[in-house]
């Protein structure tokens, strides 16, 4: 448990003279005082420990949610509502129109024996009620339902006038979540495909997801990694890119990867990945391999892999990162090739960490960084998705007990809070594929990565959370570094900026205010995929394309769905118009050039110690 300083506030009465002025107290006052004193140092130290440890506690049990922020927003919504008659009576004309429609689909099917036109359809990423068994009775009626019933309750949640923004969000996401519990996808009985696979295979698809559940349950309370996940060894099968890590320190390890060409280009290539999972989700397997790719184009990469912290890092904070992860890392590429400029390039997280190393370095003069690239990373907070919806002082203040107990915030609890925002894919439709329809869903290189996560210091995620969430310092110009404050329109670098069409964690509309945010070129280019799929994309990647559109420093603003209608549109991979973009912004080929230096030479060889940290 850490020590605890509170700082008690020094009284002065109105009227009264100076320190210096004032005649002592007696001896037996001074006494009394100085007890009072730790008297109530100790209740506020006691009364401070009591609460975080309560709120820890109820953490653990919640995923980190508050429920102090939930009660909040549902009393919000339930107190709105009940004082709006008018949206009452919508509501309940709603619900009316709705029993009209279902009955009238119903009474079509019953009398013509055949399946009616669906009175409603699902969402297009609702793929739960596609299948033809679907379209048969009673599981049409227990479909349509259930949709014309999630449907009300999304008509329920929003619209209700004095509700703040994020609570009715927090309303009507819960809402949603709820109904997901109990769709009809979700239970053997209501499930026509779980019904068939059980009658043709005699019940033996359920003997096999009994089987997998056990497995599953064995591997989680061992702390074990997923099944399947074994096939995908980290320096062997992944992340296995050839190179020498030639620098280490508290926080990072620096690999210099071996380069696949005789000549590159004199430019090279640093990538701060994200510290929220490991840094190899840029060098998968070697047909996917971001990394793989920018080697044979001719290019010299270095990549930062971050350690995974534990307990006594929980005093690492933003600056820390800063300082020890891309400073401490272009010091040592610049001592490796020396008088060369570098191609930056950040993602996730660790492209706000970039855009903020390179603001700080375009006040100071420091003029190194040859191009900024940023991979789904936000720049302004204010349009950050689902993720908002833990992000007020409430739920700030409880996830903060959490990691304050324990000194950061752990593996599963970060899990936990990116499955309950994707619950349709990450939990229910797992549930049914791997425990009730008894196939285990097959394991890629990628969902092996991402199961492979990491810690997040208490310090750090705090000032994360606080600073650029809740606080948007950085799109206001307030995030300071080195007692400073940085602000992007400082960077005068060309930036390219990719945005994925199904982002839950960076949304585009978000990733694309650096457009907003800069005077500089920027190129941005709108991939398909989600935050990690759209982002290892290499070519060949099937159902790939994406919208590229360059705003010159000096041009008017373009607003994201004028982007979205004027963009050109590409097939395939973006991998060749990035590294395309790189080229026009590099120089000459030159020689290899050798890992390490004089001062850095090799450690050991890639991937490294860090990666390996569970």
Known sequence: MSNLVVKLPSEKRPGSSLPSERKAPPP??????????SDDYAVSALGDIVDRSLHAAAARLTLGVSPAALTAAYLDWATHLAFSPGKQLQLATKAARKVSRFARYSSKCVLSGTPAERCIEPLPQDRRFAGPEWQQWPYNFLSQAFLLNQQWWYNATTGVRGVTRQHEAMVEFGARQILDMWAPSNFIV?????????????????????????????RHIGGKRPAGTEQFQVGQTIAATPGKVIYRNRLIELI????????????????????IMKYYILDLSPQNSLVNYLRRQGYTVFMISWKNPGPDDRDLGMEDYLKLGPMAALDVVNAVVPDRKVHATGYCIGGTLLAIAAAAMARDGDDRLKSVTLF??????????????FINESQIAFLEDLMWQQGFLDTAQMAGAFQILRSNDLVWSRIVHDYLMGERTPMTDLTAWNADATRMPYRMHTEYLRRLFLDDELAEGRFAVGARPVVLSDIRVPIFAVGTTRDHVAPWHSTYKINLLTDTDVTYLLTTGGHNAGIVSEPGHPHRSYQIMTKKAADRYVDPEAYLATAPRKEGSWWPEWVDWLTDHSGEAVASPAAGAAAYPPLCAAPGTYVMQA
Do not use: C
């Not at 001074?30 to 004193?37: D, E, L, N």
């Not at 009658?199 to 064995?218: A, F, P, T, Y």
């Open 28 to 37: 037996s006052l001074q006494s009394t005082a100085h007890t009072a004193a």
């Open 190 to 218: 209501t499930n026509p495909e779980i019904l068939k696979q059980t009658l043709s295979q005699g019940g033996m698809n359920l003997v096999r997801g009994m089987q997998n559940l056990m497995d599953d349950w064995e």
């Open 256 to 275: 210099q990867y071996a380069p696949a060409t005789n000549a590159v280009k004199p430019e090279p290539v640093l990538i701060v990945p994200a510290w």
């Open 376 to 389: 789904a990373s936000q720049t302004d907070f204010t349009e950050a998705g689902e993720l908002m919806l």
